[in-house]
């Protein structure tokens, strides 16, 4: 497969920071992550959300004929593809971005269904795949492609061996769906499959992908491997899961608060020339102006000055219209062992 141009980004524009912006909450703890085996929500809360689909955000795009009975496929920009696992709790979103020579898929979604040939419904361009992190619901597909970039670290070579069932069953239990599983998925074996890098990349490359230039933006915090896209031309920005328009999770043991803080720090300095803020879970396409209020929130949430709301092992905040779920040894600033990879639902026990 023919692989993406990519080039070293010498210097980058420096950008002022935007007025704040005050949100409120898109919908409460609807991810169903858990305490090993334990989903951590009430059922009804994510049958709620369901009842709502699509999400008004993602019913104002235009639905692409690509889209099947498990993958919702919106057009969200000229040439973006954002697919949409809808039905089930995490609602996570891969990202098709097709230039006039390639494309980037950025995530691969859960793996519960293949994602590939819903890409080959949509392009015949040669087609990599980059992660915005290696948690086991973006890189679900990866094995089913063979040019792959990522981040060149221990944490992201350990993922690439892929999840087993006993670390992501607590994410397919029956009540993480809003309609009956995919016919023919058996969730009792449900696993991630290992995967390998075809290349590496570091903050700053340029992916040359014809008429199309993507700026990778390594922001970790969320994960270690953690990364963003910045189509300047076009004012779009891929956050993955450093910010998408729901509660942010911060409570994993591969979590740092001291990098997510330099990150979400990085990217509001640059939301001031962006339309668009894409990120990795739920509503496909918002317009900028909510990462300043994030970097805000989050300052607050450090200052120990607002209580959160202990929900099983996890502590939820709700500040200025923000929500994130964390646990406190991530707010003590512990960290686990990144050379062994983090499937994202991992504990602390």
């Given amino acids: 497969m023919e692989e993406v141009t990519r080039l070293n980004a010498n210097s980058r524009k420096s950008l002022l920071v935007p007025a704040a912006v005050t949100v409120t909450a898109y919908f409460a703890l609807v991810g169903c992550q858990a305490e090993q085996g334990t989903p951590q929500q009430e059922t009804a809360s994510f049958a709620a959300a369901c009842e709502g689909l699509p999400r008004k955000e993602n019913a104002a795009l235009p639905l692409s004929a690509a889209s099947d009975d498990w993958f919702q496929v919106y057009e969200t920009s000229e040439g973006v593809f954002s697919i949409i696992e809808p039905y089930q709790s995490q609602e996570s979103i891969s990202h098709l971005i097709v230039g006039d020579d390639r494309a980037i898929l950025f995530d691969t979604g859960l793996g519960l269904l293949p994602i590939r040939p819903v890409v080959e419904r949509i392009t015949d361009r040669p087609v990599t795949v980059l992660n915005s ?20 670290s221990d944490y992201t070579r350990a ?34 499959r290992p995967w390998k890098a ?39 920005l891929f956050t993955g899961d450093t ?54 929130a989050f300052h607050k949430l450090r200052s120990g000055d607002f209580p959160g709301t202990q929900v099983g092992g996890r502590l939820v905040f709700a500040i200025d219209g923000f929500e994130f779920v964390t646990a406190q040894p991530v707010l003590d600033g512990k960290q686990g062992d990144i050379t062994k990879g983090g499937s994202g639902l991992d504990s602390w026990d």
């Fill in 133 to 152: 992190h290696t948690h086991f619901d973006h890189v679900g597909g990866n094995a089913e492609f063979s040019s792959i970039l990522a981040i060149d």
């Fill in 198 to 236: 075809s290349g590496y990349v570091e903050d700053g490359e340029i992916l040359e992908l014809g008429g199309r230039r993507l700026e990778i933006l390594h922001v970790p915090g969320h994960a270690p491997d953690a990364t963003a896209l910045l189509d300047a031309a076009n004012g779009l």
């Fill in 243 to 296: 910010f998408y328009a729901a509660e942010l999770w911060l409570v994993a043991p591969e979590t740092n608060l001291d990098e997510y803080d330099r990150s979400i720090t990085r990217l509001a300095s640059i939301e001031k020339d962006v339309k668009y803020l894409l990120g990795a879970h739920a509503s496909a396409r918002v317009d900028a102006g909510f990462l300043t209020g994030v970097r805000g």
């Fill in 159 to 192: 993922s690439m061996a892929g999840f087993s069932h006993r670390r992501i069953a607590a994410d397919f239990a029956p009540d993480a769906f809003c309609m009956p599983p995919p016919s023919g998925v058996d969730l009792d074996v449900i696993h991630t």
